[in-house]
């Protein structure tokens, strides 16, 4: 059964330090999202990403991230200078239509990025 | 913005019984959306519901959404140890909106 992947699974880095999460959406999926979950709160929705471009963001995605689909088959979210409040497990998704009644958005694993 | 609100925040169950999960929204739903997470692990997708008194099921797990479109609940039969984990609604907003907004979650414990 196809599924969304996320590397690294988990991700160690200093204050200020840039890093790069990695995703590969499902392969005939066209919607890409990323949210993230600090621990023991809810899951807040980041940025949603078609044709690409950034379709949606939230007060959350500020200058400091951005997204990327480089190639066919990856989907990246950079945090360009990180602070110790990014610390959380952050998960890509992906969803096969644009028609609402098509948007069964399916979850990678999670990348848990702790900042020190 | 749209708030959800689920219900218990955490249930602990006998192994074989019953039980219910609510989820209710502060605005009408479009699309409402039932995931399961285990602990430090991904979202699992169960179920999506978007019209009025919709139902659906898959093995022993029941969702449902009422007629107004406010209120969904997550129903599982004859529990397992399996069923263990948080159960996260999530909605979308509509109006050409992909974004989902969870609620908080449901810790289910389910006793052998």
């Known amino acids: 059964e196809p599924e969304v992947t996320q590397t690294p699974s988990h991700q160690v880095t200093q204050m200020g330090q840039e890093v790069i999460l990695r995703c590969v959406p499902i392969?005939?999926?066209?919607?890409f999202y990323w949210y993230r979950q600090i621990l023991g709160q809810k899951v807040e929705f980041l940025v949603s990403?078609?044709?690409?471009?950034?379709?949606?963001k939230s007060e959350i995605f500020d200058d400091q991230f951005s997204v990327e689909r480089p190639d066919g088959s990856n989907f990246t979210l950079k945090i360009r200078s990180t602070k110790l409040e990014d610390s959380a497990m952050y998960f890509c998704?992906?969803?096969?239509?644009?028609?609402?009644?098509?948007?069964?958005?399916?979850f990678g694993p999670g990348t848990r990025l702790t900042v020190l | 913005s749209q708030e959800l609100e689920q219900s218990p925040q955490s249930l602990i169950v006998q192994e074989g019984k019953n039980l219910t999960i609510n989820c209710t929204s502060s605005?009408?739903?479009?699309?409402l959306y039932w995931y399961k997470q285990k602990y430090g692990e991904g979202l699992i997708f169960l179920m999506m519901?978007?019209?009025?008194?919709e139902e659906k099921s898959h093995e022993k797990i029941t969702a449902k959404l009422d007629e107004k479109k406010q209120q969904s609940s997550l129903h599982i039969t004859a529990s397992q140890p399996s069923h263990a984990g948080i159960y996260l609604c999530?909605?979308?907003?509509?109006?050409?909106?992909?974004?989902?907004?969870f609620g908080k979650g449901t810790k289910l414990s389910v006793i052998p």
């Open positions: 998704a992906s969803s096969g239509q644009g028609a609402r009644s098509y948007n069964e958005q399916f």
């Open positions: 392969s005939n999926h066209l919607y």
């Open positions: 990403f078609y044709n690409n471009e950034i379709s949606e």
């Open positions: 605005k009408t739903l479009y699309g």
């Open positions: 519901l978007q019209k009025g008194g």
């Open positions: 999530g909605a979308d907003s509509g109006a050409g909106s992909y974004q989902l907004t």
